[in-house]
């Protein structure tokens, strides 16, 4: 069994800095491609960036220049530095990572809550 668990969440002021962590545990070989998903009350759950086994990253463009994803293989941890939150990142930002049990699988984090509010 797999599991994915986010850590990093909590209230922060608009202006302000937050760094997300999303740890794969469990029996397995390997975590290759690893996204960040966001969900806002009452919206649909959306891309906000992914990184690759190799470390290559994509963002989508409302937080390009504020949001840097990361990882560190060797803790099967990987990171969502988030910089200059504004009130409209607020959601619940969950992870999701393709990993290697036997074949490869998805597996989707619990999600933790981010809150911009002054």
């Known amino acids: 069994q797999v599991q994915l668990v986010e850590s990093g969440g909590g209230l922060v002021q608009p202006g302000g800095s937050l760094r997300l962590s999303c740890a794969a545990s469990?029996?397995?070989?390997?975590?290759?491609?690893v996204a960040w998903y966001r969900q806002a009350p009452g919206k649909q759950r959306e891309l906000v960036g992914s990184?690759?086994?190799?470390?290559?990253?994509n963002y989508v463009d409302s937080v390009k220049g504020r949001f840097t994803i990361s990882r560190d293989n060797a803790k099967n941890t990987v990171y969502l530095q988030m910089n200059s939150l504004q009130p409209e990142d607020t959601a619940v930002y969950y992870c999701?990572?393709?990993?290697?049990?036997?074949?490869?699988?998805?597996?989707w984090g619990q999600g933790t809550q981010v809150t911009v509010s002054s």
């Open positions: 999701n990572a393709d990993v290697v049990t036997i074949g490869i699988r998805n597996y």
């Open positions: 469990g029996n397995f070989v390997r975590v290759y491609h």
């Open positions: 990184i690759r086994s190799g470390g290559d990253t």
